[in-house]
């Protein structure tokens, strides 16, 4: 990637050749006037299930992400009996089960869990730290006036996704259809999709989403098996300061 000169922080001229939603959502986010963001570490409450007719679990998620390597580690704690970690790593995932923090249920790896999980790391990026996607090899592609498309290269596959933002910038969905949902038939190509639910807030000087609903559009009709209220949520992001501003790709 070519580079502009160190400069402290994001500027108006580093993003000024991206598509209009895009700059508008950046703006929006309060990326401007900012060192990037390298990654960040967030805690998070929400509710999950397996199934179309379970009720919803309480969840906590403990989860670091890092544009330096391309890593996403994840713990999910479902009620009080699973714990879920999912660590991606260079592109490269294994998502390994536990009951009773103990005994090891499940150990998953392969092609399709990490399509999942580079489309996972990029909708964090997108909602969490949007200048993470200034320091990620992603490519920019115009839509429409209300939205844009993401494409992320990592481990030798990429994944796409489409952002859907309002007249502010603020995003309304994140879809894609690079994900695999876990059907009766085994791991099956879906589009997935985060919903931002209740618009979005200001949290130390960072806009959020206020709630995040996770939905797999199923032939059978659309499964919500995550939802997350971002309102009692930490998240710290590393910055870095007086890095080098890459110029973002764009395609067509």
């Known amino acids: ?25 950046l703006e929006f986010t309060g990326v401007l006037d900012r060192p990037l963001d390298v990654g960040f570490e967030a805690h ?23 544009a330096e390597d391309l890593s996403r580690v994840v713990e999910n704690k479902v009620g ?24 090891t249920v499940a150990r998953e790896s392969g092609p399709e869990h ?6 996972a790391f990029l ?7 949007p200048s993470m996607l200034l320091s ?30 309002d007249e502010r910038g603020a995003v309304r969905e994140f879809t894609s259809n690079d994900r695999c949902a876990e059907l009766p038939e085994g791991l099956v190509r879906t589009r997935w999709s985060a919903a931002v639910d209740d618009g979005w807030f200001l949290d130390s000087d960072r806009m959020r989403p206020r709630r995040v609903l996770s ?17 009692r949520c930490e998240v710290v992001c590393a910055t870095g300061e007086g890095r080098r501003i890459p110029r973002p790709r764009v395609g067509d």
């Open 1 to 25: 990637m070519q580079s502009t000169a160190t400069q402290p922080a994001v500027t108006a001229a580093d993003i000024a050749h991206l598509p209009s939603p895009a700059q508008r959502y």
């Open 44 to 66: 998070l409450n929400g509710w999950r299930r397996q199934r179309p007719d379970q009720h919803w679990t309480p969840c906590r998620t403990h989860q670091r992400s890092s």
């Open 80 to 103: 009080r009996l699973v714990q879920t970690t999912d660590v991606l790593r260079g592109g490269h995932v294994e998502r390994r089960s536990t009951a009773l923090r103990v005994f």
């Open 114 to 119: 990490e399509a999942n999980e580079l489309v």
């Open 123 to 129: 909708c964090d990026a997108v909602l969490l730290a």
């Open 136 to 165: 990620l090899d992603v490519l920019w592609k115009p839509v429409s006036d209300e939205a844009f498309d993401l494409v992320l290269a990592g481990g030798g596959r990429s994944v796409r996704a489409r952002v859907v933002v």
């Open 215 to 231: 939905v797999w559009h199923l032939p059978t009709g659309e499964f919500a098996h995550a939802h997350y209220d971002l309102t």
